[in-house]
């Protein structure tokens, strides 16, 4: 039983106990919570985090360049998932070194200024393979995610080892992590799985605790349903929060916003549900995932736009909410196997941040305008959130507004205003009538003027809203962020460009434009305030109220103003705090600012450009005397606003990568197993009588699941030997490989046939044979490629056991088919979970020949190999492997984003291909199935100042065999970065493998 929380003052607030007795004093110290939001440091403080896996960029010296580009926004926090199967790839071995290892993400966040939520299951979903359960789990005989003890026994060592080194990296011990989530979505079960099982969550909650993790526990209900929520008993976590994909997964068609699918009752739930604890959504929608043959990435970054984030994000708002977590922040990459059926390798998301880590989509802009607004309005957090209205606020029902009104003493209200139809496209029209420390207000006060909401857009309008000493009235155009700088107050205030905005000083006197023209500015006194009412241009206007300057922009301008912090000392921000965010500068720049810092009298600031670039510096401090970009010192001017100018020129390298079709290919062919004096004597008999997957009982006279046999990821291989009887008609045969997944049958040198190209996750094949010799030994061979396994959302579901292999087969039986019954063997990787390549992990290589030898790693044996290329390919169904190096020279100090391209004329023949560089798969390419043709290879999986092997597997399915139209290396916009000290991964290169096959 847990104990019932206790409430005392801390710091002047007030705050409610960690139940836990035992850990009480070390949490509260440092994490705590009241029910508007949590503390850090007995600070409240609106955690902002976004949702990014250390695992989907496998290059741990690029971490903290998506951290920064995080932290650019305002945002202060990043929630992580680790995924199991790749860290405990055989039973017993915990294994998280290298690319695998937590502590150089720690680190990163660290540097870069963020806070840490850690989720590492031991289920996440996640569209990973397994939801994160490696495939021996299927071996496992206990419902999964149940208090079934042979499954919390197999999350022992796991949780063990991954939460001890989580708890090193808590805020209790200087770290980052201030947060922690068992389990995922303890939402959903079928099928008489003993749910909601408040043992279970304790369970997994206790394995945290045991490992040393202390600070509090948040959950994320996948649906605002009250499952674990605090002082519920057993299982209950610190702090309840939940999750929500409101416009859900397909991207298909990325102007539709449904009927009825803005959330409109989440305060409500949370004042029935948690009524205690900070409104917390651990993961909202901030993108989506997209299957095998769906519309793409770039149509869920459509669907999922900055009109998204502005109405939806808002919406948020209105609930109070005080952690926002957005799911992905940063996607990356599905490489090496690791995702789920469901997907793809891409895993872009569509999010802000691209998957080659490029922040040029309007949607990252967009978030730090909130992000930025969040972060100085802390006076948010103790508002209250009263109903949404379409009646007493706007003066037209077709607009809603939920306030957030203050809690006395002149403190902040918040108006949240958006379409009252949330999809709606209208230009609509409005005056608003709110309540103000001068009574209430109809704004604009401004005779005949008008405020507008432009389509889908949603505004927070600002009352009472403090800048250090002077009360704005109100302001209807939207608050970027406020500084006290030596030089003076600065508010910035933005719009959209053409609408009209108002503000109200409250006792103001003076009021001057100081910078842009006043032709449209209007100003007028009423008894306490002075109200300045304006057209929003592109053009920057700034208006000085006695000693506050306001800046005033449009939206698009303010997309290139940031607000990095100035540490007090050193160069690295340091985490956010109400100083730090105080003694920010405010910078005008271009494509990115990452940090800000003082040296002496050198001001410095680490930025990255796509383009030449103007530069203004608002708030230099008094002492600094010169400007410093990223290490060089540039001229600046000092204009009479006191902002410093200067500029950034940029020209961009020529940049010459290698035309991979002029490249010299060496050719081996990688299904050596339908040559007739192939010898399979050392694979692994598929010989198990029983099967250890119980929820699947065999159609097979002997089990041939791969995970019986310890295969869980790749592409599989089948031989199934027997003697000829008479006549062989036909040939059945069903496999299963997961979404879109593929296989193909040979009978000895023979290709019969290929299945699986219609997206689903198994087939039958019936394949008529020719006639045999009685009495000869022939043999089947079939490959079926393993598109990971299936996720297991659902408690009880047990989807993620759903085996892969052969499922079923029908050789007829007796005298005049086949003389023997058919006897099996099977290979996947080479090794299965005693996996060979410790660097790539578990996941990496799948069985075919020249994966199990290790010819996709750099310096395959190859000079002796034929040489051919797959542009020429292969001219019936087979599988080649080709292999091939080149050099690259990628000027440093760029971020050079590089893809491979594939180019298919048609989708006919199908073929399958695999992409390997230095190693490690990072794509696999369906020409039939699709979406995706363009994969982006992160520097640091590709050598940009050095040689690289590429190799690919190419797998022709139909009759014709197949060959590669077109395969580039091509090159996005360079980015001129600050970003330095990124590294290659470990790339082991081939080594002859002891008894590979
Ligand atoms: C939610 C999962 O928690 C997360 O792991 C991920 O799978 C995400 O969805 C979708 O990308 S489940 C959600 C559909 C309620």
């Known amino acids: 039983m847990a104990c019932a929380a206790i409430s005392h003052t801390f710091n002047g607030f007030t705050i409610t106990e960690h139940p836990d007795p035992v850990r009480r004093a070390e949490t509260q110290k440092y994490v705590t919570w009241d029910e508007h939001s949590l503390f850090i440091d007995g600070e409240r403080i609106m955690l902002f985090s976004g949702e990014f896996h250390p695992y989907r960029l496998p290059v741990p010296s690029l971490w903290l360049d998506v951290f920064q580009k995080i932290k650019a926004l305002g945002f202060n926090c990043v929630s992580f998932y680790v995924d199991w199967a790749l860290v405990e790839g055989k039973p017993g071995e915990y294994r998280a070194e290298g690319i695998f290892a937590l502590e150089p993400f720690f680190e990163a966040a660290a540097q ?82 003993d749910f909601p099982d408040g043992s279970y969550m304790q369970y997994v909650i206790d394995q945290a605790r045991k490992a040393g993790i202390v600070v509090p526990m948040i959950s994320n209900d996948a649906s605002p349903s009250g499952h674990n929520v605090p002082e519920s008993g057993i299982g209950a976590v610190d702090v309840y929060g939940h999750d929500s994909y409101p416009l859900g997964f397909d991207c298909a068609n990325p102007t539709v916003w449904p009927a009825g699918n803005l959330p409109t009752n989440f305060r409500e739930l949370h004042l029935q549900q948690s009524p205690s604890t900070p409104y917390s959504i651990v993961e909202f929608q901030a993108g989506a995932f997209d299957p095998w043959g769906g519309p ?129 496209q209208a230009s609509t029209n409005y005056k608003l009538t709110i309540p103000t420390s001068a009574g209430n207000l109809t704004v604009p006060q401004i005779e005949e003027k008008q405020l507008t909401l432009n389509g889908r857009d949603s505004k927070i309008h600002v009352v009472d809203y403090k800048v250090f000493g002077t009360n704005i009235l109100y302001s209807t155009a939207e608050v970027f962020t406020w500084k006290n700088f030596a030089g003076g107050k600065v508010l910035v205030l933005y719009g959209g ?92 720049a271009g494509y990115l600012v990452r940090t800000a810092y003082l040296q002496g009298s050198n001001l410095h600031i680490t930025a990255d450009f796509n383009a030449t670039t103007p530069i203004e510096v608002i708030g230099a401090p008094e002492n600094a005397k010169n400007l410093c970009i990223n290490g060089q010192k540039v001229r600046h001017s000092v204009d009479h606003n006191g902002i410093w100018v200067s500029n950034v020129d940029f020209s961009p390298p020529e940049i010459n990568l290698p ?80 979404t879109a997944f593929g296989s193909s049958v040979w009978l000895d040198d023979g290709w019969i046939g290929s299945m699986g190209d219609d997206g689903s996750s198994n087939s039958n094949g019936t394949y008529r044979l020719p006639t045999l010799t009685d009495g000869k030994p022939h043999v089947f061979t079939v490959v079926i490629d393993n598109m990971g396994l299936d996720e297991d959302w659902t408690v009880g579901s047990e989807t993620m056991k759903n085996p892969r292999g052969i499922l079923n087969y029908e050789l007829p039986e007796g005298k005049s088919y086949n003389a023997t019954p058919i006897s ?20 990496n290589e799948g069985g075919l020949y020249a994966e199990r030898q290790g010819f996709h790693q750099p310096e395959p044996p190859s000079s002796n190999w034929q040489s051919s290329s797959p542009f020429q390919g292969l001219s019936t169904p087979g599988i080649g492997f080709y292999s091939t ?70 797998w022709a399915m139909q009759d014709g065999g197949a060959k590669l139209d077109g395969f580039e290396l091509v090159y996005g916009t360079p980015v001129k970065t600050a970003l330095t000290g990124i590294e290659p991964v470990e790339q082991p290169k081939y080594v002859l493998r002891e008894g590979a096959y």
């Open 497 to 588: 460009n053409g609408e009209y905005h108002e503000l109200a000083v409250s006792s103001g006197s003076d009021i001057s434009v100081i910078e842009g023209s006043t032709s449209d500015i209007a100003q007028q006194s009423t008894g306490d305030a002075i109200i300045i009412g304006w057209d929003v241009s592109s053009t920057r206007r700034i208006v000085q109220v006695d000693d506050l300057r306001i800046f005033l922009l449009s939206k698009n301008a303010a997309y290139d103003y940031w607000v990095p912090e100035l540490p007090a000392a050193g160069t690295l921000p340091g985490f956010s705090t109400q100083e730090k965010t105080a003694s920010s500068i405010i910078v005008k």
């Open 659 to 738: 035309r991979l079709q002029d490249l010299d290919w060496k050719y081996l062919d990688t299904l050596p197993e339908i040559q007739p004096t192939y010898d399979d004597s050392t694979w692994t008999a598929a010989d198990r009588k029983t099967t250890n997957n119980t929820d699947h009982p065999l159609s097979t006279p002997t089990s041939l699941y791969s995970s019986d046999y310890g295969f869980h990821t790749g592409y599989l291989i089948y031989r199934g030997h027997f003697i000829a009887g008479d006549q062989l008609p036909v040939f059945y045969i069903q496999t299963q490989g997961g």
């Open 296 to 424: 793409g990435f770039d149509k869920c970054a459509a669907l999922l736009n900055h009109e998204f984030e502005r109405v939806f994000y808002k919406n948020d708002f209105s609930f109070g909410v005080s952690f926002l977590n957005l799911y992905m922040i940063f996607g990356g990459t599905n490489w090496g196997n690791l995702g789920h059926p469901g997907g793809y390798t891409s895993y872009d998301y569509g999010s802000a941040i691209t998957e080659s880590r490029n922040v040029t989509r309007e949607k990252y802009s967009e978030l730090k305008l909130i992000g930025n607004f969040a972060k100085v309005s802390p006076s948010y957090l103790t508002a209250t959130p009263g109903n949404a209205s379409t009646s007493i606020y706007a003066d037209t029902p077709n607009l809603t507004v939920t306030p957030l009104i203050g809690n006395g003493n002149g403190s902040a209200s918040y108006f949240v205003v958006r379409h009252s139809d949330y999809a709606s």
């Open 824 to 843: 099996w063997k099977l290979t996947g990787n080479l090794g299965g979970e005693d996996y060979i390549d410790k660097v790539r992990g578990p996941l």
């Open 112 to 193: 870069a200024g963020i806070y840490l939520l850690a989720r590492p299951g031991p289920y996440i979903n996640a569209e990973v393979s397994g939801g994160g359960f490696p495939g021996w789990l299927q071996r496992v005989n206990a419902t999964l995610r149940t208090s079934d003890p042979a499954y919390l026994a197999a999350t022992d060592n796991y949780i063990a080892n991954v939460a001890a080194t989580i708890s090193k990296a808590q805020i209790t011990n200087g770290g980052p992590v201030i947060l922690y989530q068992p389990e995922n979505e303890y939402t959903n079960a079928c099928c008489g799985a």
């Open 885 to 954: 190096s080149f050099d690259l020279d990628i000027p440093s100090g760029w971020d050079v984003p590089l893809y491979f391209t594939f180019m298919n004329a048609s989708s006919s023949p199908a073929y399958r291909v695999q992409l390997y560089v230095n190693g490690y798969q990072f794509g696999k390419y369906v020409n039939n199935i699709g979406p995706q043709t363009s994969f982006p290879v992160p520097e640091g999986i590709l050598n940009y100042r050095g040689k690289n092997w590429v190799a690919l597997t190419l």
